[in-house]
């Protein structure tokens, strides 16, 4: 799960179909748990472009941290901070491009058994900026062979989504994350405790980093 970054540019709708598809209306989100202020909230939609259709799991995660939204961006952009607060990551990498709106990014994820491992490549574009106070930016899988080779045994996943940062307070971000995954064939039983258990780790240790950071900054 990975993932954020940003001057209103176009309708994202239109220019950026991984945000479009947030529009489908094939049932409301149920919240499936909660910790402190983390809320994780799924719903079952069709996987866009799928052919034939593909019933896909998307996840949504709402959470605050107490800083600004130019250091969540930061931290979701810094490879070297990545396991800290991605537990499952064994390998991460971030590809910049001469285009700053645009950037890639690798990652391969060691999961327990029974579970096989996985890895994705997408491509992050900056969606929305308004005036340092909110940022979004999409995210999708991309294929490119030559920066993610396909691994023998490793279950390359297909995702779609976006990342929300809103500075509600001068030191309080309200997060919203959405991501749609294309179904591997794990069974439910084995997935549901997995994916939602790595998903709230990952905000908490997320917002403990921000929190760190801001402490930091204040002692300086």
Do not use: C
Not at 18 to 33: D, H, P, R, T, Y
Not at 57 to 67: H, I, M, Q, S, T
């Amino acid at each position: 799960m990975t993932h954020i970054h940003f001057i209103t540019l176009f309708s994202i709708g239109t220019f950026f179909p991984a945000i479009s598809a947030w529009a489908q209306k094939e049932g409301e989100f149920n919240l499936v748990k909660k910790e402190g202020t983390v809320r994780l909230y799924e719903r079952w939609l069709t996987y866009p472009a799928s052919n034939p259709p593909v019933k896909s799991r998307e996840v949504k995660g709402v959470f605050y941290y107490n800083n600004t939204v130019t250091e969540g961006l930061r931290l979701v952009r810094d490879d070297k901070r990545a396991q800290q607060w991605q537990s499952s990551i064994a390998e991460f990498k971030i590809y910049l491009s001469r285009d700053t709106l645009t950037w890639h990014e690798y990652s391969y994820h060691d999961i327990p058994w029974p579970m096989s491992d996985q890895d994705h490549f997408m491509e992050y574009k900056v969606a929305r900026f308004h005036a340092g106070k909110v940022v979004t930016i999409s995210f999708e899988s991309r294929v490119n062979h030559k920066l993610a080779p396909e691994r023998e045994g490793v279950n390359r996943i297909h995702l779609t989504g976006s990342w929300t940062m809103e500075q509600i307070s001068p030191t309080k971000v309200k997060v919203t994350y959405m991501v749609l995954s294309k179904p591997v064939g794990i069974p439910k039983i084995f997935a549901d405790p997995f994916i939602r258990g790595n998903f709230m780790t990952s905000f908490q240790d997320f917002i403990v980093l921000m929190e760190k950071t801001a402490l930091a900054e204040k002692t300086k």
